[in-house]
């Protein structure tokens, strides 16, 4: 079984930062991609940052400057730290790693159940 556990949002004011941490544990051979969603109200969920495995890098256009993906292969844990937070990051931040588990060769996608982050004075 494989879990994902995401912590570090809360709320902040605008311009102000956050560090989401995002932790995969479980039966685990290895982590490919490891990436960070963020669903707002009435909204679709979208694609906030993702870091592959040999370390490439891919960000939402209104994040980049501002938001910053990292990892520890070690661990399998995914980071996020996120400057100059503005009132339009409020949402939900989901946890995505892509993962091979033993006994099989095939990579899937797995989900943490999300940690709300809302910037507001």
């Known amino acids: 079984q494989v879990q994902l556990v995401e912590s570090g949002g809360g709320l902040v004011q605008p311009g102000g930062s956050l560090r989401l941490s995002c932790v995969a544990s479980g039966s685990i051979v290895s982590a490919n991609a490891l990436g960070w969603y963020r669903q707002a109200p009435g909204k679709q969920r979208e694609l906030v940052a993702r870091i592959l495995r040999g370390g490439g890098e891919n960000y939402a256009d209104s994040v980049k400057g501002r938001f910053t993906i990292s990892r520890e292969y070690a661990k399998n844990t995914v980071y996020l730290q996120m400057n100059s937070l503005k009132p339009e990051d409020t949402a939900v931040y989901y946890c995505?790693?892509?993962?091979?588990?033993?006994?099989?060769?095939?990579?899937?996608?797995?989900w943490g159940q999300g940690t709300q982050v809302t910037v507001s004075s």
């Open positions: 995505l790693a892509n993962l091979r588990r033993p006994g099989t060769l095939q990579w899937d996608d797995y």
